[in-house]
Every structure is written in C-alpha cells, then in structure tokens.
C-alpha cells in the first residue's frame, strides 16, 4: 500500500542536523574512496592512550583478516566515563526505570566512575585478569552496565548471556569460552514476574566446572541457594575494595566482548567483538543516524543481552556523554501506556524499539497514544526486524505525531552497529525500507552464483569491504568465521540476509535466505530448535521452519515425527514445547507443532525445508518443482494435516 509513500527531510531537521544531505553525499563518496582518510579522521572522536598510526589493514579474500587502528590503545571504560568527569560528571549518564513504575534511579557519570572502578576491583581481588572471560547473565538493571564496563576496565572480554536462556544454554556459553567468572542476580523481574536467574545458574554451573566464583546482585531479595566460597554477594564485595581503578591500556584490536548469536547450523557461535573499532563505530553510527545532541535522553528499549543493547543502550551513548535510559520492564506491564508514560516522566527525546513492540501496542488502537504527550520526542528508531509499512505508519502518525523521522536501521550482532539506515537530516524515508549506507559501508547485491547485481534488483546481501565495527572473528573458531561469512560468496561479507535494491538505490530487507530466523526480533536457528526437539525420548525425527506471523513477525513451526508407537497427544504436544522451553528458553519455543508420519526428503535424505516454509506459510498452491522427492504422499499428507496459524 504504502511501496510509494515517501517522507523526505523536513528543512527545519536538515538545519540543525549533524548530516545533511549534502554532507552525507561528500562524506559517503570520501568513506569508500578514502577509507584510510576517513577514518583515521573519524577515530580521533577516541581519546586514545597511544595515538594509531595504522587505519586499515583488511583481507575479505584469502587469510581473512580484519583489523583497524591496529597500533593504537586505548581504554573503552575510559572513554565512555572518565574523560566525560571534567565537563559532566553530575550529568546523568544512566537513567534507570525499574519493572515496577514507581521505581527509578538517576546515575550520574560520577557515580558510574565509582561504581564500575570498585568493580573492576572486585573483579582483579576474585583473580579476573586481562583476557578472561567474565559471564553476565543479569536483568536490565545498572548493575548490568557496571559490569559490562568493569570487564573493559581491567581488560576482561565480557559474553553477556540474555535472562531469558535457560541454565543448559547458559551453561554451553559459558563453557564454549571457559569462563571462569559469572556475574548474576537473585532474580529477575519482567511483567510484575520473578526470573529465577541465581537457580539458573547454579544449574548452569553445576555442569561447568570451570567457573570459579558466581557474584550475584541483590534485586529482589527472593531467596537464593548459596555455595559458600565460590558464591559472592556483589554488595559485600563493593564494600571490601577501593573505588581507586586506573584503565587499563588496552590495544585497539584487543578482544572487547562476545557475544553468542544464532546461526544456520550447529551451536550459537561466539561472535568476537575487539576494542578501538567497535567504539568508534558505536559512538559514530549513535550520534549520526540519531542525530544525537548534548543533553538529549535517549531510550532504547533492548536487552543487553542482545547487541543493541551493548551498542545502543551502553557503548555508544556513553561514549558520546549521553544520557540513556534503561529500562528493567516490558512494554505492556502494568498496562499498555507504559512505553508513553516512561516517555514523559523522562523527557524521552530519542526513542529506539521493534517492530515487534510496535505492533503489539498497535493493537491497542491509538486511544492509550494519545492519553500521553510524548512532546519530548523527537526522532523514533526502529531496529531487529523488517518493519512493515502499516506499522511504520502508525509509528510515524500515532507516537512521532507526524513531527519525527523513524530511522529503521538494518545490522547484525556480527555488524556491531548499525549499516543501512536513514540518517536523520539528510536520508528521506520510504516505510519499510532501510533505506541507504552508512559511511563506509558498501552493500552489494549478489545473485545465487555470486554475480553482481546492479540498479534496480533483488537478491542475496553482501557487504564488499570491511568497516571498523564488524565482527573479528568467531570465538575459538577462526575458521567457521571464514566459512560463514566469506565462503557463499567468496571475498565479500555475507549477511545471510535478502535484500531488494529499488530505481532511487534504497534498501529493502527482505528477511534472512538462511536457516535462521527471526521471532519478535529474537534470532533463532531452526537447527538449535530441531536439536532440542530430537533430544526428546519420543521424538524421531524433527524439522523446524519460519512462518508470517501477525505480531512476532515469524513464528516457529515444527514438524515432528514420533518414534514408532507412540501416540501424538495433545499433551505430547504441550510437553513438547516446554521441552524446547526448558531446553533452550522462553523465546524458542514452537508456535505450532504438526504431527508429521514423514519428511520431504529427496531420494539423498536431505529435507526438503523449502517445501516446509511454504506449507508452513499456507502458499502449497505454489510449492516449486517437487520432481525430486523420494515419497511425493508425504508432502500431501502434511498439506491436509497443516496447523492453523491463527
Ligand atoms: C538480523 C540480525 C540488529 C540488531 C538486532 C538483531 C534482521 C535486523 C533489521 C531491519 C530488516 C532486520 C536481519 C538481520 N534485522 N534489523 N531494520 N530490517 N531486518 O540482531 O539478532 O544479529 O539479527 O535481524 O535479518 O540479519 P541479530
């Protein structure tokens, strides 16, 4: 409906904005023909403990490689606190609103100093040293941001694991980079409901053995099970150390986080973030595309569990001495105006969410909108999924009132920050599109066989060069990092994303060609979920697929097959899904479950998903060629058989 619709840049926002769009133009052509230049100049938005000499030194092609800044150092804490002490330290850095609406906290980046320096301490007193792995597996409380910027302090590489895992996943986590440090909470609080985050992990520690101390945060004060000499209480520990920590001088490409992401096959692969590129990145793409303004308050709804979270809740807006706000709860609890409310009880200017959170407020009809002001606000963001044009719409008329531009911004926890997004002052904006580049980044559109598309097209997204917020390599595993990404298509980056390119050379993402997908903005691999479903006793055989839903964008569709003799139940089918629950977590969970008596398999045994995803989806009118299947009956059987997706 709204394909055409276009929102061009208002001349009052290009006016002030930090990028109009002729700067975006000179800018754009200087990062791709200049990088070096570029960005040796953008880097000195850094304070830098030794200044680098080198930029860029990238292969995409054979002995992959990515490095920038390689010979500078720096201090990621240090930048994002200390040197914003002399002109704002009672400035509030972090603006906290707790699950309960009466509940919220202003730290200011004074007493973030202090706080993350004892922490620091804690941590070296308990034995972390530089390039040890620190597990965070906390709510969406300040604590969560103390210790993410405690690890960068002392030089630790932090791999935060998001509270809504289960122990086993987060048990593999921590395992797969044998962490020896967790950092917990009693419980968590979502919705008025307690997360029982200490009971998880002590099961998760149970089965790793490497982990030598758990220091656990009081939140709620619900009770916990205490292992005497391995469990520390945070509050106790802060007490016992000084709030003395010097930064420690880190190299640019020395390891910042991990962080576990989904993929198309086996295990969520520890996605390796480094230090002097990611924060420059960060810091540039959160002042840029948000058009950040001293002083403003800035929300952004994620979990730090999740990459927005670390790039646009933690490290990009306190790089940039911004004030941003945290937020502990869910958009519906204790009722549907919360998101408004927390808008004007904190002067919200720049507000960041999912489609997913739009949609579901949608629902509600405008009335709950318009109870609230929402004068603050100025631009709007949207990020995790493809934002459709009708929820777009109503982002843009109900919430922004027809006054705020939305930036959609399409990236990946592998991209670090963002790569295709308006940019406030100087991007005009189509509802549903992600419209262009960021500085330095070069999308390509890639038929199946690799050839480059130009204009006007459709096909698979690659990115042709490297920008220095991208992913250096998968944890421990060099080599799935070159598989992965720089094998479909040799010598270019691929995303795993499809993409249309339309006649003004604006971007429109498609969703992912793997096999990954995306639920309410959460990635998934549908071969994580087939794996926690065949680990169950009366399961044979499982596959698992994506299909349209109305407000998680996808929804999980499982086929499975039992093992012969036993019943396909209804509880079977419940006790199936809080399998995959307790096996993985909340966010995995199956939307539907079709009993399947057999796979489309070709006459190799390999699963026909293409079939599945379009049975899934209700499209069997159009199925493709199906010469190859070893048993046709099959696909018929699961078209009569096929669940209502209502
Ligand atoms: C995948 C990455 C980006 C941080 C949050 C998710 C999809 C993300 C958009 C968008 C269309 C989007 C892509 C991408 N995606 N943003 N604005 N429009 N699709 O990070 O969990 O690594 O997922 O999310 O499919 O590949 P992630």
Redesign the pocket.
Known sequence: MTDNSFFPVKPEIAATAHVNADAYARMYEQSVKDPEGFWGEQGKRLDWIKPYSKVKDVNFHDDVHIRWFHDGTLNVSANCIDRHLATRGDQTAILFEGDDPGVSKAITYRELHEKVSRLANVLKKNGVKKGDRVTIYLPMIPEAAYAMLACTRIGAIHSIVFGGFSPDSLKDRIVDCDSHFVITSDEGLRGGRKVPLKANADKAVAGAPMVKHVLVVKHTGGDVAWTAGRDLWYHEEMESVSADCPPEEMSAEDPLFILY??GSTGKPKGVLHTTGGYLVYASMTHQYVFDYKDGEVYWCT?DVG???GHSYIVYGPLANGATTLMFEGIPTYPDVLRFWQVIDKHKVNIFYTAPTAIRSLMREGEGPVKKTSRASLRVLG??????NPEAWMWYYNVVGDARCPIV????????GG?L??PLVGAIGQKPGS?TKPFFGVQPVVVDNEGQILEGETEGNLCIADAWPGMMRTVYGDHERFVQTYFSTFPGKYF???GCRRDADGYYW?T??VDD?I?VS???MGTAEVESALVAHPKVAEAAVVGYPHDLKGQGIYAYVTLNAGEAPTEELRKELVAWVRKEIGPIASPDLIQWAPGLPKTRSGKIMRRILRKIAANEHDSLGDTSTLADPGVVTDLIDNRMNNA
């Open positions: 992401t989904s994620a999740w990459v927005t949207s990020v995790g999924e493809p934002i959609d911004t399409w990236w990946q926890t592998e991209t963002i295709i997004t992600a995303t795993g994303d993402i969703g992912r990954v995306n903005g959460h990635r």
